[in-house]
């Protein structure tokens, strides 16, 4: 294995070269990364590495600097040199001062890095043979991380206690220390769409993905062991900082798991949820902080405004052992009534809060609201089989991940059926007012005139006279009215960031959002919510 440091000054630019590909297998492993040219050279007197990819321009000591140095001193080091395309005459530079090849920044692909680092090993070979029964390090450190996540998955499951971890760990370099310990439990939402997108290979690329990214973030003061569960569920094990023994922990894992779930969004385009156990004195309170971590993670379901939860909050430990939710024949009766009539959604309302405040559990809340999708089918002659993405309504409740997105899909399914029905018994609607009905119903969507007059079957044009004849309001006029006004009630929550509430009202361009939301209001979203 050849040993490798990453060194750039953007944190986006290190995570995304180091979870472009499994390194490893590639026959090398990423041993320490730097801000810049000075850190590295830091780095290098004490791992004497085989590859460093640096940046060029960088603060304190830039690329070229770092080349110059380290060869003296490392003379069978390589470099391979990160450039932007108004940088190439620094690139030629680097070459010229032994750089092995450059890559751009604005086309850096798999393949490009791959041919590269195959470069690199067959220079590498003239330089130094690995004996053919050595542990390649890539190897020997690997087999460290899976003895070291049995060791902890066996420790909770039961199968082995505290002494265990006391006795393994120097073999098994675990940083942890017994005092001020704390679980955080990570779960990548609705993983069952992303399986979907990945194959094999880019599960694992993902998993690698997200491991780095937290070990980026969290300060390396803070002792700390990352445990794979599988794919979709990730344990921080965590020791307190010294100086946080009076800090609630909240204040202090705040502003740092807050980091990490933006970084998440940002850099792999996928949210997260966190449940976080108490403090434990010892490695023995490790099991009992698993539990309240995993018990947190479970009441997030119940919790829309938030992607976190402590285990120490009245809503982290809130106690549910309801399994079932009755719906009696006279409510199923009277919801019925409520539902011909068109008024069942404050029926729904107060159904929502009953599971909330009954201490029903997750289980029994999908329960509940299976029940309720029967009972809308059971309604009307004829129901939607489908909603978006050519799922049926039942599937879709299988994957919400909160309370609030199962009453939700059962406030859309109810709509949706009302106006199936509409159609089928011939009630007269006009265009404009199935275009407005579409538009309220799929304003997060990505719809257009063309969409919508596709969907109701009249040619665009047509629809846009009169849309405007009888509303006096042109459609994009009134789509983006009906955004703006859903913007607006979700900044008031301030449950979402500024990015979130413009990708849920229908915006996946953050800037286009902000400048449309200060046309229509005279504020940004920033100075609207205060």
């Known amino acids: 294995m050849l040993n490798v440091i990453i060194v750039d000054d953007e944190l986006l630019m290190r995570i995304g070269l180091k979870s472009m590909i499994p390194w490893e297998e590639h026959g090398f492993v990423i041993t320490g990364e730097a801000q810049n040219g000075k850190e590295a050279m830091e780095l290098a007197q004490r791992q004497a590495p085989d590859l460093i990819i640096t940046d060029i321009k960088m603060p304190v000591m830039d690329g070229l600097e770092l080349i110059r140095k380290a060869s003296s001193g490392y003379p069978d080091c390589q470099f391979i040199i990160l450039s932007c395309l108004d940088e190439f005459q620094y690139a030629q530079e680097a070459v010229r001062l032994g750089a092995t090849d450059y890559l751009i920044k604005s086309d850096l692909k798999q393949e490009h890095l791959q041919s590269v680092l195959h470069t690199v090993r067959k220079k590498a070979s003239q330089f130094r043979q690995t004996p053919e029964n050595s542990l390649p390090t890539g190897q020997y450190k690997e087999g460290i991380g899976y003895l070291k996540e049995t060791l902890f998955k066996e420790l909770f499951s039961g199968f082995r206690d505290d002494s265990d971890i006391m ?63 599988n794919s979709s569920d990730y344990l921080l094990i965590m020791n307190m900082p010294d100086n946080a023994a009076d800090s609630p922990a909240h204040e202090l894992l705040g502003p740092l798991l807050g980091k990490i779930v933006t970084a998440m969004q940002e850099f792999l385009n996928i949210s997260i949820s966190l449940g976080v156990s108490g403090v434990s004195s010892g490695f023995g309170g490790l099991r009992k902080a698993y539990r309240e971590a995993d018990a947190a993670l479970a009441n997030l379901f119940f919790e829309p405004a938030s992607n976190v939860l402590y285990f120490d909050s009245s809503a982290g430990r809130m106690k549910r052992s309801r399994d079932s939710f009755l719906i009696t024949r006279e409510e199923s009766a009277e919801l019925r009534r409520e539902i011909d009539a068109g008024n069942a959604e404050a029926d729904l309302d107060q159904l929502r809060q009953r599971l909330y405040n009954e201490g029903v559990t997750e289980q029994g809340c999908r329960k509940a609201y299976l029940r309720i999708l029967a009972l809308i089918s059971s309604c009307f002659p004829s129901v939607p089989e489908l909603l978006a993405e050519g799922q049926t309504p039942y599937e879709h409740m299988l994957y919400e991940e909160k309370l609030e997105g199962l009453h939700n899909l059962a406030i859309r399914f109810l709509r949706q059926s009302l106006s199936h029905n509409r159609e089928l018994v011939n009630v007269p609607q006009s265009y404009a007012d199935q275009a407005k009905a579409i538009i309220l119903d799929r304003y997060a969507d990505d719809i257009s005139l063309q969409t919508v007059a596709g969907q109701i079957n009249v040619n665009p044009s047509y629809l846009s006279r009169v849309f405007k004849e009888e509303t006096g309001e042109n459609f994009i006029g009134y789509l983006t009215r009906v955004r703006i006004e859903k913007a607006k009630q979700l900044l008031k929550s301030k449950a979402y960031k500024v990015y979130e509430v413009a990708s849920l009202t229908g915006y996946p361009n953050t800037a286009y959002f902000s400048k449309l939301f200060k046309k229509a209001t005279g504020v940004t979203p920033e100075e609207f919510r205060g």
């Not at 675990?174 to 990945?198: C, G, M, Q, W």
């Open 167 to 229: 006795k393994s760990k120097e073999s098994l370099h675990i940083s942890l220390t017994p005092e001020d310990v704390l679980i955080a439990k990570l779960r990548v939402n609705h993983f069952h769409e992303l399986r979907r997108k990945y194959v094999e290979q880019d599960e694992k690329l993902l998993r690698y993905s997200i491991v780095n990214i937290m070990e980026e973030i969290i300060p390396r003061r803070w002792n700390k062991e990352i445990i794979v569960e």
